[in-house]
């Protein structure tokens, strides 16, 4: 079982930009697919990215491509998502999730997952 944390939210104006960290314990980190998703108020839960156990393949939900990156350090037990040219649509929690068996967009198929990040886009 892995544990997450996340940091590095916060109030960012429009364009500027923001890194998440999200820190597991408690397992092989490395034996973990990771993924990003947000849910902002009143909305369901989206799907942002997503990094194979070895980093060397990534997923973007189409509103955050090219603007933002997933990566990870397996030495360091961390995910990490790069975001800049935030827009206040990009106004959410941000939440890390980890799964041992799928490489997926579905949230359904991650069985562990953080407490959330708040981010705010002001504009």
């Known amino acids: 079982q892995v544990q997450l944390v996340e940091s590095g939210g916060g109030l960012v104006q429009a364009g500027g930009a923001l890194r998440l960290s999200c820190a597991a314990s408690?397992?092989?980190?490395?034996?973990?697919?990771m993924a990003w998703f947000r849910q902002a108020p009143g909305k369901e839960r989206e799907f942002v990215a997503t990094i194979i156990r070895s980093g060397s393949t990534t997923t973007y939900g189409d509103s955050v491509k090219g603007r933002f990156t997933i990566s990870r350090d397996n030495a360091k037990n961390t995910v990490y998502l790069q975001m800049t040219s935030l827009k206040p649509d990009d106004t959410a929690v941000y939440y890390c999730?980890?799964?041992?068996?799928?490489?997926?967009?579905?949230?359904?198929?991650?069985?562990?997952w953080g407490q959330g990040a708040q981010v705010t886009v002001s504009s």
């Open positions: 408690g397992s092989t980190f490395s034996a973990y697919n």
């Open positions: 999730a980890a799964s041992s068996r799928s490489y997926s967009r579905d949230p359904n198929d991650y069985a562990y």
